[in-house]
C-alpha cells in the first residue's frame, strides 16, 4: 500500500508550546480530565526548553 503525503515530522520548537498546550488541554477535554491540566504554554515552553529559550 502506498501514501502520497505532505505530511513532514520535525523536532518541536519553543513557539510550537502554544499549539502544543492546546493540544494537550483538548485531549485532556475528551477523556474528561480537563481538571487535571495544570500549568500553561509558557509553563510548558520552560520545561520543555529551558529558562533561556522563553520568547512567548
Known sequence: MTYNSDLVLRFAEPKDCSVLFY???ALAEYGKLSDA???NALE??????GEKNTQM
Open 23 to 25: 493540544l494537550i488541554q
Open 37 to 39: 491540566v495544570t500549568g
Open 44 to 49: 510548558l515552553q520552560k520545561h520543555l526548553f
